[in-house]
């Protein structure tokens, strides 16, 4: 039961601290919408969406005005299209194209779920999607796209791993006019969660309800300005405690923002890092990610999607900082990886990376999420162009970062080996 004192401390949070409704999220289900003929297909697709959606974006601000709660996105998404590919046959082009048009039609920011899931092989529809994907992201301004690859039940499916390396390649290069954008809009998974709203690896999963409404909310600021407040001599278990119960007060995710005042990595200085990507980080992010979801599950009576604390580079101030430093290595973000909420995120890297570089990079994120019963991601941009040092800049809350230093030597050789990795034995629990 929430009393004044916690009402006036959340409005000081959404005043002064960056606390916001990250998103509100509408998953739709376009199962019905399958047919034999594609163009019938996307008639549906797009009806569905529009009826079903045409009032979020109206509704979202009439809520952000009577509770004066920022809502910073209005999204969309959709079942996995690659099922709908499955049964028309056509080019997925047109299905991109489909929600494009749905999207802009009803003014949310992103659409996801030009998606495929492959992590046990491939089905009727799933390889003409994943080869489709440059192309529609080149060719459209609000579809995400998502892949999962893996899972701990089935293992990861190296076939696809390596396939989506050359993907990520080519969606950089069909978008290197518009800072490499289509990189930054695709996902790979392993472990993908089903009732995800965060982009750019939303979908609505096949055991979700023909229309549900997933939130957001986000406030790294507010666990940030928690810590400030406390002596710094205090023991690490009260510094856990004050974050679990920041968290409990609303449940919240810690995705943050280019802005000033919105950075995980910020949390972990205040912690005690001298800066985010120095030894101790991924102690710290550990703790910080356990509190977050034990206050937060107290907080909610449904829990879902992801929470607990992301990490995407280029959104984040203070690894933008970290990172442009050479504190910041893109192993010691692997290795945070392992504790935080999901995985690789907003990475920029060499426009020349080989592609089973790329791969191996998805391989070795998805046997970490594998291993661990966790989800875990690879959003890595190559920079068509651009160098180890230089920069990339998206703008607005994609932010921008530095172009990362990867390992040189190769992994060719057990990338083109295909076939899968077994799941682990943790897997046999039935």
Known sequence: MLNMT???????????????????TMGISLIDCCDSDIDKSCEKVYNKIYSYAKDLVKTGEQIEKKYGIPIVNKRISVTPIAILVGASGGDPVKYAKTLDKAAKDVGVNFIGGFSALVHKGFSPGDKALIESIPKALAETEYVCSSINIGSTKAGINMDAVKLMGGIIKAAAEATKEKQCIGAAKLVVFCNAPEDNPFMAGAFH????????????VSGPG???????????????????????????????????TPAIGDSVAHILEEIGLEQCGTHGTTAALAMLNDAVKKGGVMASSNVGGLSGAFIPVTEDAGMIDAARAGVLSIEKLEAMTAVCSVGLDMIVIPGDTPSEVISAIIADEAAIGMVNSKTTAVRVIPAVGLEEGEELDFGGLLGNGPVM????????AMINRGGRIPAPLQSLKN
Request: net charge negative; hydrophobic share 45%; glycine share 4%.
């Open 6 to 24: 916690d009402i006036m401390e959340t409005i000081t949070m959404i005043q002064d601290e960056n606390l916001d409704i990250r998103t509100i």
């Open 205 to 216: 999963g096949p055991g979700e309800p023909d229309c549900v409404l997933n939130v957001g």
């Open 222 to 256: 507010v666990v940030r300005a928690a810590l400030a407040k406390m002596p710094k001599d205090a023991d690490l278990s009260e510094v856990a405690d004050v974050i679990k119960k920041t968290a409990f007060i609303i449940d919240l995710s810690l995705a943050p």
């Open 405 to 412: 230093k990867l390992n040189s030597k190769s992994p060719a």
